[in-house]
């Protein structure tokens, strides 16, 4: 042990060669006593403690930084670390290899950070973030000087606290776009107004901090370092941006639309990401600095960003990281730390947070934002991450010197305090963040609209989605029975919903009548033509909005909601995860959950479309054949609500199929007045119409429900049927048990499923519940939508515009 000079510690252990590699527990070997087994061991129990964590802390709000911290302190000296087995797992003989692993780790993970990074979007922030990312940045650092320039003058201090004190000020007052983008993620706000902002934000706020820290570093570098080596960095960036990103994009070019990256590109960048690590430490600087700088430089989003992350996110993200958060924290001390150094980490954490949050939400309160929002974005950016541990632990690991002594940066007492400290902010305000901000809460305070509830003498407003091309013809034939007229217009919001892959950068974008801009996914053009075209063929009747949204498929139902909101649509129409296709069933599995959370939130009524063809294949007969099942409730009379629209279209054949329980014929339901008014409003309506039809089906269980549907279920180009129905009715008991897709509900799950031998496309109703209040307001609501259909159409013939279209061109939403 060398004591010699403060501060530092250097500990020499001397123990036998036992090998890489052991023959088995069953040749008289502990496995745990050579490298590769006792490796192989750390990252399977620190990857299953991650995951464990993260399942039961993840539903309370808490991010996955909050998670891999815990699991370091757990397996780390702190806790149960110095228990025999996890001595014998993390034992000395295996420190340097798993500390190389947990760095290789860490290498690649900031990498890919970098590759889902957007530089552009500093280019298309506006004022807001522009002003509030500068004020994050002033305010803590400023309230952390004059606190260090205070503290400075106490002579009593530790030495060593008083010479790193400047140091920690900075440190704890550092905000990095890094960790905003990981906390948006995992809190799944990335495509919410306030994640949009607070990325923007983190982004110019990081880029000061980190300018600051890059300088201050470089000054104390130039102590003990010739000035040419500071250069390096220089160097090192030229050589990313100008000669590998170049390679990079010429990678791309020799890729065919539509196909994958050649493994051989993929491997070469993963070379490309090792070299520059290593220049990087060649030249004397963070293993990391190559790495952040590359994976920037790689263009995000498909196909090169796309295909990077599916080779490396799950192994890095789940197996290497929680290794490196354990050798992170396996440096924390509990019983070194003094009260001072707690006292002096504690009022530098304490004025760095109050400054980030007035920061962030003083001038948000100025641009208007909600106070709650403003809170939530203030508490965002204070938020640490894994940039902080990394910059604090190269403090840790940089000595100054200053004849006769050296000394750290950050000894190990204030290490562990400023890491403790991030776990206490981060664990208590992200929850916080949470529960605070939920953008659901718009819709669950809005008026409900539904097509029920719509006059059939008022314009109808539709909100459709689509998720591949594919369901473009089944959507615009369904759109054309809805029967848009002269009198009775429909305006159509067609979003093309995009997963998110490759990139953390969501983009909502409004497709202008004659832009020219480049088209953000490979079947956008197609979408777009066809849905003109259709636009026209209406002859006015119908407006058409087109808007593409590329945003994780965990929250683009965010996006799906917040418009049809701002639009006041009457319902929303999405396409069934199981699309049919003429080489078979196509599965979009990540669907499924949209539609779900769909159903759950929006503010207006919800259709389910399972397309199989034979609707957008009946374009050229005379009629189209549409028949509802109706049973009883409010999904049903949303059915036939839009039924009665499309029984207007002068070749629409509507069919009622009536299904009557005998035993409950005697019973009288809550809602058995409302479904007899708008039957007797369809019968009052198709009333000497041979083309529309009304029968009764009297059904005593499941068995004869089963046998009706069958026998009629290809009699039609289209079924529409309610979602919900009373489970404990006696025509459902039985269907629970074998309900596929909860979804579609028992009548659609029945016509979907996979054994059904239904050929028809089927759309399924779920009418958003229309409270007493909503239907107070509702004569408002119809004056209002009188007015905004009247502008819509001035402003249409003045070349399509929509009345508030400018804020959605071209930038994220």
């Known amino acids: 042990?060398?004591?010699?000079?403060?501060?530092?510690?250097?500990?020499?252990?001397?123990?036998?060669?036992?090998?890489?590699?052991?023959?088995?527990?069953?040749?008289?070997?502990?496995?745990?006593?050579?490298?590769?087994?006792?490796?192989?061991?750390?990252?399977?129990?620190?990857?299953?403690?991650?995951?464990?964590?993260?399942?039961?802390?993840?539903?309370?709000?808490?991010?996955?930084?909050?998670?891999?911290?815990?699991?370091?302190?757990?397996l780390g000296p702190t806790l149960w670390g110095r228990s025999a087995f996890?001595?014998?797992?993390?034992?000395?003989?295996?420190?340097?290899?798993?500390?190389?692993?947990?760095?290789?780790?860490?290498?690649?993970?900031i990498f890919l950070i970098g590759i889902k990074m957007d530089p552009g979007m500093v280019k298309r922030a506006g004022r807001k973030p522009v002003v509030i990312g500068i004020l994050t940045f002033l305010f803590p650092t400023t309230l952390n000087l004059i606190v260090a320039g205070i503290l400075s003058g106490r002579g009593e201090m530790d030495p060593l606290l008083h010479k790193s004190i400047w140091h920690i000020a900075i440190f704890q007052a550092v905000t990095s776009f890094h960790v905003i983008i990981c906390l948006m993620a995992d809190l799944k706000l990335v495509n919410s107004e306030l994640g949009q902002l607070a990325i923007s934000s983190s982004m110019i706020s990081g880029m000061c901090s980190w300018g600051m820290v890059i300088v201050i570093l470089i000054i104390t570098e130039l102590q003990r370092k010739p000035f040419w080596i500071i250069l390096c960095p220089l160097s090192l960036v030229l050589l990313v941006f100008y000669v590998l990103r170049p390679l990079m994009i010429r990678m791309i070019g020799?890729?065919?639309?539509?196909?994958?990256?050649?493994?051989?590109?993929?491997?070469?960048?993963?070379?490309?990401?090792?070299?520059?690590?290593?220049?990087?430490?060649?030249?004397?600087?963070?293993?990391?600095?190559?790495?952040?700088?590359?994976?920037?430089?790689?263009?995000?989003?498909?196909?090169?960003?796309?295909?990077?992350?599916?080779?490396?996110?799950?192994?890095?993200?789940?197996?290497?990281?929680?290794?490196?958060?354990?050798?992170?924290?396996?440096?924390?001390?509990?019983?070194?730390?003094?009260?001072?150094?707690?006292?002096?980490?504690?009022?530098?954490?304490?004025?760095?947070?109050?400054?980030?949050?007035?920061?962030?939400?003083?001038?948000?309160?100025?641009?208007?934002?909600?106070?709650?929002?403003?809170?939530?974005?203030?508490?965002?950016?204070?938020?640490?991450?894994?940039?902080?541990?990394?910059?604090?632990?190269?403090?840790?690991?940089?000595?100054?010197?200053?004849?006769?002594?050296?000394?750290?940066?950050?000894?190990?007492?204030?290490?562990?305090?400023?890491?403790?400290?991030?776990?206490?902010?981060?664990?208590?305000?992200?929850?916080?963040?949470?529960?605070?901000?939920?953008?659901?809460?718009?819709?669950?305070?809005?008026?409900?609209?539904?097509?029920?509830?719509?006059?059939?003498?008022?314009?109808?407003?539709?909100?459709a989605g689509i998720y591949h091309q594919d369901s473009t013809p089944c959507m615009i034939r369904l759109l054309e029975i809805s029967n848009p007229a002269a009198k009775t217009p429909m305006c159509c919001y067609i979003v093309h919903l995009v997963q998110l892959v490759g990139s953390l950068s969501p983009?909502?974008?409004?497709?202008?009548?004659?832009?020219?801009?480049?088209?953000?996914?490979?079947?956008?053009?197609?979408?777009?033509?066809?849905?003109?075209?259709?636009?026209?063929?209406?002859?006015?009747?119908?407006?058409?909005?087109?808007?593409?949204?590329?945003?994780?498929?965990?929250?683009?139902?965010?996006?799906?909601?917040?418009?049809?909101?701002?639009k006041r649509t009457s319902m929303v129409i999405i396409p069934f995860h199981m699309q049919w296709r003429l080489h078979g069933i196509e599965d979009i599995t990540e669907a499924r959950a949209v539609n779900r959370h769909i159903l759950a939130k929006a503010p207006c009524s919800v259709g389910i479309l399972v397309d199989r063809g034979t609707l957008s294949d009946s374009k050229n007969n005379l009629v189209y054949k549409i028949g509802i099942i109706f049973v009883h409730g409010r999904d049903d009379r949303e059915a036939l609500a839009y039924g009665l629209r499309m029984a207007k279209h002068p070749k629409v054949s509507l069919t009622v199929i009536h299904l009557i329980d005998p035993a409950e014929e005697k019973v009288q339901p809550l809602d058995k007045d409302l479904d007899d008014d708008i039957l007797t409003e369809f019968k009052a309506a198709s009333a000497g119409k041979n083309s529309h039809s009304y029968r009764t089906e009297f059904v005593k269980d499941s068995i004869e429900l089963i046998t009706m549907i069958r026998s009629v279920q290809n009699s039609f180009d289209l079924i529409l049927v309610g979602r919900y129905h009373r489970s404990f009715s006696p025509i459902f008991v039985g269907l629970t048990e074998w309900n596929e897709f909860p979804e579609l509900g028992f009548l659609g799950d029945v016509l979907a499923s996979s054994d059904s031998l239904c050929q028809v496309s089927v759309l399924v109703m779920q009418q958003q519940v229309f409270k007493a209040e909503d239907r107070m307001n509702s004569a408002k609501n119809l004056l209002e939508d009188s007015a905004e259909t009247v502008e819509i159409i001035f402003e249409s013939t003045k070349g399509w515009k929509d009345i508030d279209m400018s804020r959605h061109r071209k930038q994220p939403y």
């Open 86 to 109: 996890l001595t014998s797992v993390y034992s000395l003989k295996s420190i340097q290899t798993s500390s190389t692993f947990a760095f290789f780790g860490c290498i690649f993970y």
């Open 254 to 463: 020799k890729t065919p639309e539509g196909k994958q990256v050649k493994e051989g590109y993929i491997l070469s960048i993963f070379i490309m990401v090792l070299g520059i690590a290593f220049l990087g430490e060649v030249l004397g600087h963070h293993v990391i600095f190559g790495a952040t700088a590359l994976g920037i430089a790689v263009p995000h989003g498909p196909p090169l960003g796309t295909a990077l992350e599916n080779k490396i996110e799950s192994f890095v993200s789940s197996i290497l990281l929680p290794s490196f958060f354990v050798l992170t924290v396996s440096h924390v001390d509990l019983l070194a730390i003094r009260y001072e150094t707690v006292f002096v980490i504690s009022i530098f954490g304490f004025t760095s947070f109050i400054g980030k949050v007035l920061g962030g939400m003083l001038p948000a309160l100025f641009f208007k934002v909600p106070p709650a929002e403003a809170l939530s974005l203030g508490l965002v950016m204070s938020c640490q991450g894994i940039s902080d541990v990394l910059l604090i632990q190269h403090g840790h690991l940089t000595f100054v010197m200053t004849l006769p002594s050296v000394y750290p940066l950050v000894d190990r007492q204030m290490y562990s305090m400023m890491v403790i400290n991030m776990l206490l902010v981060s664990g208590t305000f992200t929850p916080v963040i949470k529960f605070l901000y939920d953008p659901s809460r718009h819709y669950k305070v809005s008026n409900k609209r539904t097509i029920q509830h719509t006059s059939l003498n008022m314009e109808l407003r539709i909100l």
């Open 507 to 566: 983009l909502f974008m409004y497709h202008e009548p004659g832009s020219t801009v480049k088209l953000p996914a490979k079947d956008c053009g197609h979408i777009i033509n066809a849905f003109r075209l259709y636009e026209q063929e209406s002859n006015g009747n119908a407006i058409v909005k087109l808007f593409t949204s590329i945003s994780p498929f965990a929250s683009i139902h965010e996006e799906v909601c917040r418009l049809a909101l701002q």
């Open 1 to 74: 042990m060398n004591t010699s000079n403060p501060g530092l510690e250097h500990l020499w252990v001397c123990q036998g060669h036992g090998g890489m590699v052991s023959k088995g527990y069953f040749y008289g070997q502990n496995p745990l006593s050579y490298t590769t087994p006792a490796v192989l061991a750390q990252l399977s129990l620190s990857s299953l403690c991650s995951v464990l964590l993260q399942y039961f802390l993840t539903p309370l709000g808490e991010s996955a930084f909050v998670s891999l911290l815990l699991v370091g302190f757990i």
